[in-house]
């Protein structure tokens, strides 16, 4: 199954064109408030969380415009708006005085009979993705004989695993100007010119990427849980539709292993280390001053 280039272009174009619109109109009378949608990035400055929801409409349009069939269109949208539905609870809702940190902390909650925004999150996201991944796994092989209910289910959690845990690897990357959107972007962008069943989910991340990462490179803007969930589910439900059972096991093991590594490594550390990564890192990016803290090991844990 594949997504011709023109489809591909519209909805690079759409998720592009919708975020930028939705982001201005936002802009012009934001829900709330516009203090409800301030926080201070890690320079202590205050930025919009605004381009989060803007970029999961861009997302969701551009993803329709690009899937192949209904059923990719509602796969990658119930991802993409249980990534942003989620996030966006958490960015609002989070009780910053009892604040529980990564996996491990909201798991620990659980434990102890709290229910925090991120473990909610955690939970909604993975409801949605198994969703999604149940919709986007075909009940029927290529031959046209039904598989065995075994086999799909086993397939659909591994799906829904990899898309759960493809948007909370983004969120992780969202601790400076512009990595996430980076990240994102490189990874969409061989998918979208391949021109497979989830080609045309990932133009509409380029797309959406492309709009955000000014503003956000500028510092005016940062993605928050609602769009860095947003982003990462599509990403996801893209590999889900395109890449055969191998690849997504094996994607799945790196993202899960990444995020276990995020409880005791701090990424913004082996970026600054490694010379490759800290330059494209940096790209487009104000400088921090000399006497900056470094982070510290942990602080990728924001994203569970």
Known sequence: MTVGLGQRVVAGLAASSV???????????PPGGSRRWTRMNHRGEPVSLLSGPAAAAGLIVGGALGAPTPRAAVASSVATLAGATFGLVDDLAEDQETRAKGLRGHLGALREGRLTTGALKVLGIGAGALVAAAVATPGR?????RRAPVAWAADVA???????ATANLVNLLDLRPGRALKAVGLAAAPMALAGGAGS???AAVVGAASAGIEADLAERDM???GGANALGAMLGAAVVLDAP???????????????????RVSFTQVIARTPVLRELDG?????????????????????A
């Open 223 to 225: 993605l928050g849980d």
């Open 245 to 263: 059972r191998p690849v997504r096991l094996a994607l799945l093991a790196g993202a899960v292993g990444l995020t276990v590594a995020s409880e």
């Open 283 to 303: 790209w487009g990016r104000r400088p921090m001053a000399p006497a900056a803290p470094v982070a510290r090991a942990g602080d990728e844990s924001r994203g």
């Open 19 to 29: 975020t930028l619109a939705v982001r201005g109109a936002l802009d012009e009378d």
């Open 141 to 145: 092989g290529a031959d046209g004989s």
């Open 200 to 202: 045309g989910a990932a």
């Open 158 to 164: 591994a799906s829904g695993a990899l898309i759960a």
